[in-house]
C-alpha cells in the first residue's frame, strides 16, 4: 500500500516554482514529483486565502524587469550569431516608452541598481564612507519598498 503523504506545502511549493518560474506543464510537473495532474490542477487555481492562480503569478512573474531584461539579452545573442529575430524590437522599444513615460516615480529595482553602481564606485574611492552610505542605502530601499 502507497504511503499517503501529509503534508504537500513543500510539493505544491516545488510544483509552483518549476510552473512559475521554469515554465513547465502540469503534465511534465505531474510526472517529476509524482502526483496527479488533477492535483497540479487544484494547486494551479490558487490554494487558500488571498490566493493567486499559478498562471497569474506566471503573468506576473514573466512581465518583471529582470525577465524582460533576460528575454531581450536572448534576443540579443541571438542576432549577434547570425539568427533571425524572433522579438519586435520595435514594439517592444515603443511600451518601453510608454511606460517610462506614465512613471513618474523611480522603481525600488532602478534605485538598487543604482545603489549598487555607486556603493562600488564609492567603496574603491573611500570604504570607509561606502560602509557608512550602505547603512542609509538599505534604509532608503526598506522605505521605498513598502511605500510603492
Excluded: C
Aim: hydrophobic residues 40%; aromatic residues 8%.
Amino acid at each position: 500500500m502507497a504511503q499517503k503523504r501529509t503534508n504537500n506545502s513543500t510539493l505544491m511549493e516545488l510544483a509552483r516554482r518549476m510552473f512559475v518560474e521554469e515554465g513547465m506543464t502540469a503534465k511534465a510537473i505531474a510526472g517529476t514529483i509524482e502526483v496527479t495532474e488533477q492535483t497540479i490542477g487544484k494547486w494551479r487555481k490558487g490554494v487558500g486565502t488571498n490566493a493567486i492562480s499559478w498562471d497569474e503569478q506566471r503573468s506576473q512573474y514573466l512581465s518583471a524587469p529582470h525577465n524582460i531584461k533576460k528575454n531581450l539579452a536572448k534576443e540579443l545573442t541571438r542576432l549577434v550569431e547570425g539568427g533571425e529575430a524572433t522579438l519586435d524590437m520595435g514594439a517592444i522599444n515603443s511600451a518601453i516608452k510608454a511606460i517610462q513615460s506614465m512613471t513618474d516615480e523611480t522603481s525600488v529595482e532602478t534605485v538598487y541598481s543604482v545603489f549598487k553602481e555607486f556603493d562600488s564606485w564609492m567603496s574603491e574611492q573611500d570604504p570607509e564612507m561606502a560602509v557608512a552610505f550602505l547603512e542609509w542605502h538599505k534604509l532608503y530601499l526598506l522605505h521605498k519598498a513598502q511605500n510603492q
